[in-house]
Nanobody, 112 residues
Framework: QLQLVESGGGLVQPGGSLRLSCAAS????????MAWYRQPPGKQRGWVAS???????SYADYVKGRFNISRNNANNKVYLQMNSLKPEDTAVYYC??????WGQGTQVTVSS
């Protein structure tokens, strides 16, 4: 199985920032789209952001202007820079590529 390991989550206050990392067990150079998803407590997993192999990005409306997805194909990592965090951003965050299995995710908690 091709694995993805998320890290960088934690507790942050509203308005704060956090940077998530996703390490892939294999090359992502030829993977057209890498993406971030999140699953709030008791809710379904939903799409957050995507980045193509040529760095074209797209975002869900609720994170537009606050989050930034990037990828480093040389070290097989995908990042999610999260700014101006809100309590409703609290969720387990996952990264995904078409040929990779879902990982364990990383918990992000936004609270005072």
């Amino acid at each position: 199985q091709l694995q993805l390991v998320e890290s960088g989550g934690g507790l942050v206050q509203p308005g704060g920032s956090l940077r998530l990392s996703c390490a892939a067990s294999a090359s992502i150079f030829t993977v057209f789209t890498m993406a971030w998803y999140r699953q709030p407590p008791g809710k379904q997993r939903g799409w957050v952001a995507s980045a193509t192999s040529d760095a074209l990005t797209s975002y869900a409306d609720y994170v537009k202007g606050r989050f930034n997805i990037s990828r480093n194909n040389a070290n097989n990592k995908v990042y999610l820079q999260m700014n101006s965090l809100k309590p409703e951003d609290t969720a387990v965050y996952y990264c995904k590529g078409s040929e990779f299995s879902w990982g364990q995710g990383t918990q992000v908690t936004v609270s005072s």
